[in-house]
């Protein structure tokens, strides 16, 4: 965990964090919402590469870099960089001219933080759970290391929903529901694990709301009771809408693969299939409190995640999430590289 006295020189998952620490980026994120422009990082460099595509992560951190002083290149491999081998012990005989245990050394020599966007393939669960991807990257850089979204964690989008939610003044025991939602494809299971750790580690009531075949891997719900469980907070799951969204305060929508059919696409089609109507709409929020806020990392596929009433109603908070992502993450780079 890193301490509240060092340094910040991982920010990988949130509750990896030493809570004090959490609190003060929190409060920094705060202030710099007040007061957005300094030099307080004035000829540092931030790296950023894009294994996977961004719209949010990569325009805000480039924002928030040049709104303190400093400056920050992207790498997006294959779109004018050269494409990135990431497989150990392959022979490089294929289209990716470059590896990873290049390329992430020599862009550490380029700047003063790195960070990395890392999905993978989403072939292998057992593998993918331990992070192979992220811990490549994290011993090859002697640098700052900001995931960016890895296979299992999305910490800045996590941060920015924390703060989300104490912009709201959403009690920090209030009724927290993240709900599976369909998608025409299986999705990665960064956002959902990582919002079901976050909100546990604020210490709210969390429901996991999902169809049968489409609960979380144990590993990913054991790092989620273990933050309920240190901040005091509860978790449960459960495939009852009507049970779920009662008296809820936030309804956090994220759509994932079944675990069970991961790396396979194909074998999951029949089960996502009878699942259209997980589309939030108006109804949904029935017997949730009158005032509930509908939260989503974004992008949102909208009538199939959720609906355009909700999504252009005053219950949304999409826009004020994503804009949060700018205030946290400058607050990690100068927990990591400021005075
Ligand atoms: N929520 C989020 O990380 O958005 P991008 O994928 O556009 O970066």
Redesign the pocket.
């Known amino acids: 965990m890193n301490g509240s006295a060092e340094r910040l020189t991982r920010f990988l998952r949130t509750d990896e964090v030493d809570p004090a620490v959490v609190t003060r980026l929190l409060a920094r994120a705060r202030e710099l919402e007040r007061a957005p422009i300094s030099d307080a990082l004035r000829g540092q460099v931030l790296g950023l590469l894009f294994l996977n ?6 325009a805000s951190m480039q924002a928030g870099m040049s709104q303190l002083g400093g400056s920050s290149f992207v790498i997006q491999p294959g779109a004018g960089s050269w494409a990135i081998e990431t497989e150990l012990g392959i022979t490089m005989d294929g289209d990716r001219p470059e590896h990873l245990r290049e390329a992430i050394p020599v862009l550490s020599e380029y700047c003063n933080a790195l960070g990395v966007r890392s999905f993978g393939d989403a072939v292998d669960l057992a593998s993918d759970l331990n992070e192979p991807l992220l811990s490549q990257i994290d011993g090859l850089t002697n640098k700052p290391l900001i995931n960016l ?1 890895s296979t299992t964690s ?1 910490p800045c ?1 996590s941060l920015a929903d924390w703060k989300t939610l104490d912009d709201l003044e959403i009690p920090t025991d209030g009724k927290f529901v993240l709900s599976w939602a369909w998608h025409p494809k299986p999705l990665p299971l960064a956002v959902a694990a990582s919002t079901l750790t976050m909100a546990a580690q604020r210490g709210m009531d969390v429901t996991l709301l999902r169809p049968d075949g489409y609960g979380l891997p144990t590993a990913l719900m054991e790092r989620a009771s273990a933050a309920a469980a240190q901040s005091g907070g509860k978790l449960t799951e459960t495939s009852d809408q009507a049970d779920a969204l009662e008296g809820a305060h936030v309804v956090y929508a994220k759509s994932w693969g079944a675990p069970r059919h991961y790396g396979d696409p194909g074998s999951e089609a029949t089960l996502r299939a009878e699942l259209r109507s997980w589309c939030i709409d108006e109804s949904w929020f029935a017997t949730a409190r009158s005032d509930a806020s509908f939260l989503h ?3 949102v596929r909208r009538n199939v995640v959720v609906a355009d009433e909700v999504l252009d109603g005053p219950r949304s908070r999409v826009v004020q999430q ?1 804009g949060n992502r700018l205030h946290v993450q400058k607050s990690v780079l100068l927990e990591m590289l400021g005075d």
């Not at 595509?53 to 990569?58: F, G």
Request: hydrophobic share 30%.
């Open positions: 595509p961004s719209l949010r992560t990569l979204e999305h989008q990392c974004l992008p994503a």
